[in-house]
């Protein structure tokens, strides 16, 4: 194993450079951002926990949700909610009520390229560690979900301070960090129920490291105080879990298991179930939603990754664990027959260490380039450098000139955005219906009836002046996804529709959203 690197002052001081960055970016830009369809569906437990718990209890949150919805971790929801309560409500620091729900998404995403730095920082040192942080920090669909993605973008943070601490607690042989990795471990179930995902990537790279028989004992203790402690911290997180706790286990299992997810998605040009797409569907949709310049350099990294490996390379530990954190959050979502659907959201977990092993593989080869001859050196290693550049440059530009629409990002490989039209759901989380909805405030008529097929839930508009109706439309609104092929009958084929536009939101020559008139 290698020597792990020390954070001083000076390096801390550098480490947090790309994160604040990232931050004061997302702050000045958080108002460009809209509510996504399952907002509500979060905000309502965390309003439970937050107002209702000390009054209602388990009673009360039985009788007010469904299964499926108590069974989600509320710790999360119960910050952003507080969120929106203090800065927008109470103290109007924040005055637009979407974003103060919004304000915590960017702490924790801020934070996450923080952890990328950190553990790539104390392995392979500081350039390594700045080329990580950033290549997180410029991933379009991580931008896309760092704002108003309230429970995938704080489980994929936590998930990762977790795996640190873990990682942190068998490099450093401190009992401490086995204690803050047991919280954290914790903290994540009481998100989401994906933290388990965690035991199996520890067990099978203790399994693996050579020295797993000799410390056999010690790692029994260590990992079962970290479990104990992880218990404890769930039934402080999750209130749910402090009545009947072993039953609640069981019941969050089931829920989830059983759960069925049955509508449409558009994928590879044809339109399946949630329970019937393809067991390949995690690793197409990382091949099409990942920048081709980052794409290349992970590729390389996975090359660099077995044959480091292979070589027994003092860098194999480290590389087998972000392997194995790449490789298994995806393995057990299709092991487990749950439905596979949204791109890559069910999948962020994994963006922290693509990063990671993108910015090692870039230092890695440059470290190579500038080891050549002098002569070689200065055609291949200024030229490699000519390359990185302009790589990261242009993802930077694509950034920017998707804003703030990074979630529907696609790559060459599908011929862009408008080429993924046909192929796959582009808005599935209802971004452009802000937009959408400042239009119609806009341009529509007083008294104007609305058809909104899906997500009428959160379609922003002045409903002094409209109504929403299923019958006797004025216009209608469609947000452009496969679940309309059982929730909108009115036309054969969504993708080519028949009826009259009047205004869509375009990105890139795809539409994403159209509203549709039904006078002549």
Not at 5 to 20: G, R, V
Not at 421 to 429: E, G, P, S, V
Not at 452 to 481: C, E, G, N, Q, W
């Amino acid at each position: 194993m290698t020597k792990p690197y020390n954070l001083n002052l000076t390096t801390l001081l550098l480490s947090l450079i790309i994160p604040l960055l990232f931050f004061s970016i997302s702050i000045f830009t958080m108002n460009d951002y809209g509510e996504t369809t399952d907002e509500k569906f979060d905000q309502h437990i965390g309003e439970f926990y937050y107002y209702d718990w000390a009054k209602k209890g388990v009673k009360g949150l039985e009788e007010r949700f469904i299964p499926l919805q108590r069974n989600y971790g509320p710790f999360f929801d119960f910050i952003v909610v507080a969120s929106n309560d203090i800065l927008h409500k109470k103290f109007n620091l924040i005055k637009n009520p979407v974003a103060s729900y919004h304000f915590p998404v960017i702490i924790i995403s801020t934070l996450a390229i923080w952890i990328v730095f950190v553990f790539t920082y104390i392995n392979w040192g500081l350039i390594p560690a700045f080329l990580s942080a950033l290549t997180l920090s410029m991933m379009p669909r991580f931008i896309g979900d760092s704002q108003n993605n309230l429970k995938d973008t704080p489980l994929m943070t936590f998930f990762s301070i977790t795996l640190l601490f873990y990682y942190l607690a068998e490099v450093r042989k401190k009992i401490i960090f086995y204690i803050l990795a047991g919280i954290f471990l914790g903290l994540t179930y009481s998100i989401k129920p994906n933290a388990l995902i965690i035991i199996p990537i520890i067990g099978i790279w203790y399994l693996i490291k050579c020295n797993f028989i000799k410390n056999l004992l010690q790692l029994s203790i260590s990992n079962a105080l970290s479990l104990i402690v992880a218990f404890f911290t769930i039934l402080v997180a999750w209130p749910y879990y402090r009545y009947n706790t072993f039953q609640r286990f069981v019941e969050t299992y089931l829920t989830f298991k059983n759960h069925v997810w049955d509508e449409y998605i558009l994928y590879l040009g044809q339109l399946y179930r949630g329970h019937e797409v393809p067991w390949h569907y995690p690793a197409v949709m990382f091949g099409v939603t990942t920048p081709i310049f980052f794409l290349i350099l992970f590729l390389i990294g996975l090359f660099l990754t077995l044959y480091f490996f292979w070589k027994g390379h003092k860098f194999k530990i480290p590389l087998l664990f972000l392997l194995l954190w790449i490789v298994l959050p995806p393995t057990v979502q299709v092991v487990s027959g749950a439905p596979m659907y949204d791109g890559i959201r069910h999948f962020l977990l994994i963006l922290p260490p693509l990063s990671i092993l993108i910015g090692f593989t870039v230092w890695q080869v440059g470290k190579y380039l500038y080891s050549l001859s002098l002569k070689k050196r200065h055609f291949y290693f200024v030229f490699f450098i000519l390359i990185v550049w302009a790589g990261y440059l242009q993802i930077l530009v694509k950034d920017v000139m998707l804003h703030p629409y990074q979630i529907v990002y696609f790559n060459q490989l599908t011929g862009g955005i408008k080429g993924a039209y046909y192929k796959f759901d582009l808005d599935y989380w209802g971004h452009s219906m802000k937009e959408a909805a400042e239009w119609v405030n806009k341009n529509l008529p007083a008294g104007a009836r609305i058809r909104i097929p899906l997500m009428s839930h959160h379609f922003p508009v002045d409903m002094s002046r409209f109504t929403f109706v299923d019958a006797d439309p004025d216009y209608k609104v469609i947000l452009i996804r496969g679940m309309l092929k059982n929730w909108d009958p009115e036309e054969a084929d969504y993708l080519r529709p028949k009826m009259k536009i009047i205004y869509s939101v375009n990105i890139e020559g795809a539409e994403i959203l159209r509203i549709f008139t039904y006078k002549n």
